[in-house]
């Protein structure tokens, strides 16, 4: 399982994509979410939409391994999807917030070290060089209102300053240059565990 977290904007999803071109054992963790779809994304695809009712319903049912509110919407991970994901063989990619990170990281900290899902974890931040490299970015892709873009530049400093918490950070200035290195930790990992 690979986790990578990242603030909105930093170009997790952009480099988790290349990742899933590469690597056709991975696989993409679709995630739950109340937020509404942006351009073309459709349902089932990146996120399963819900309504707030059916996402807190599904935390009431302890359905999610992992949930966090972020910029005033819900996302989360079912436990279901990293059950079907072993089970086909798949490694799981999960493009998750930082809260959400820590969760899962809780999570296999509890697990015997011997065991497959804490052996194949992998955690790993994708910040930026600047926050107005950031702004740039956030402002060129015309998403978000500028109240919007400044919440997430909060939001953006915050999750950067638990980038420690993670087992590698990478820093997203020219996109080829951290798919490689995001590309070699994910190899180096694999090579650790026999999965090369």
């Known amino acids: 399982m690979i986790v990578v977290s990242a603030p909105s904007g930093a170009g997790k999803t952009t480099l988790c994509n290349k990742l899933l071109a590469e690597f056709p054992d991975f696989t993409y963790s679709v995630s739950c979410t109340t937020r509404q779809p942006r351009g073309e994304e459709a349902d089932g695809v990146a996120y399963s939409f819900l309504t707030k009712e059916q996402f807190l319903e599904l935390v009431k049912q302890g359905k999610f391994l992992e949930h966090a509110e972020v910029h005033g919407n819900y996302y989360g991970t079912l436990g279901k999807t990293v059950i079907d994901s072993m089970a086909a063989g798949k490694s799981l990619v ?45 402002l060129k892709r015309g998403e978000d209102t500028v109240e919007v873009i400044e919440k997430r530049l909060k939001n953006a400093v915050a999750e950067m300053a638990r980038a420690n918490e993670f087992s590698h950070t990478l820093v997203n200035d020219q996109l080829e240059d951290a798919y490689a290195e995001l590309r070699a930790i994910v190899l180096n990992k694999a090579a650790g565990i026999g999965a090369v």
């Open 94 to 138: 999960l493009d998750i917030d930082v809260e959400g990170a820590s969760q899962i990281r809780n999570l296999m900290a509890d697990m015997p070290d011997d065991d497959i899902l804490k052996k194949g974890f992998l955690d790993i931040f994708i910040t930026i060089p600047s926050v107005s490299v950031l702004r740039h970015r956030l």
